[in-house]
C-alpha cells in the first residue's frame, strides 16, 4: 500500500540492499506495515536535470493516507543522498495520497 518508485540514473552496485532499506525506511516514516510496502528500482536510466546528467533521483511514493509532504520530504532527500551518493538538490520526489476504493490487494480494494 505505499508504492515506493525510485528512479536514477546511477548504476546500484546492490540493488537487494537498497530495496531492503527502501523498504524498512519508508514503513517507519509513514508508520505502516512493511509488508504491504513495495519498493520499485529503476536504475542506469538516461536522465537530464538542470541541464545536466550528473547523478540524479526521481522519487514516487504513493500510499493510502500518512503522506504528509512538507513533514517528511527532508528525511527522504537525506536518505536517498547518502544511500545513492546523490546531492540533495539532484533528487524530486512526488507525493500521492490514493482512494483506498483506488488500491487492490488480495483480491479486494482497501476501501
Same mark, same amino acid.
Given at each position: 500500500?505505499?508504492?515506493?518508485?525510485?528512479?536514477?540514473?546511477?548504476? #546500484? %552496485?546492490?540493488?537487494? +540492499?537498497?530495496?531492503?532499506?527502501? $523498504?524498512?525506511?519508508?514503513? &517507519?516514516?509513514?508508520?505502516?506495515?512493511? !509488508?504491504?510496502?513495495?519498493?520499485?528500482?529503476?536504475?542506469?536510466?538516461?536522465?537530464?536535470?538542470?541541464?545536466?546528467?550528473?547523478?540524479?533521483?526521481? #522519487? %514516487?511514493?504513493?500510499? +493510502?493516507?500518512?503522506?504528509?509532504? $512538507?513533514?517528511?520530504?527532508? &528525511?527522504?532527500?537525506?536518505?536517498?543522498? !547518502?544511500?545513492?551518493?546523490?546531492?540533495?538538490?539532484?533528487?524530486?520526489?512526488?507525493?500521492?495520497?490514493?482512494?483506498?476504493?483506488?488500491?487492490?490487494?488480495?483480491?479486494?480494494?482497501?476501501?
Amino acid at each position: 500500500m505505499p508504492l515506493l518508485n525510485i528512479s536514477t540514473n546511477k548504476e #546500484i %552496485e546492490n540493488r537487494q +540492499i537498497l530495496l531492503s532499506k527502501s $523498504s524498512d525506511f519508508i514503513s &517507519s516514516l509513514l508508520n505502516k506495515p512493511e !509488508n504491504y510496502v513495495m519498493v520499485k528500482l529503476n536504475d542506469s536510466l538516461q536522465m537530464f536535470f538542470s541541464g545536466s546528467s550528473e547523478p540524479c533521483c526521481f #522519487i %514516487e511514493i504513493k500510499s +493510502i493516507g500518512s503522506l504528509e509532504p $512538507s513533514k517528511i520530504s527532508k &528525511s527522504i532527500c537525506e536518505f536517498f543522498s !547518502n544511500e545513492l551518493e546523490i546531492s540533495i538538490d539532484r533528487i524530486y520526489i512526488y507525493f500521492q495520497n490514493v482512494d483506498p476504493s483506488m488500491w487492490a490487494w488480495n483480491n479486494r480494494t482497501f476501501g
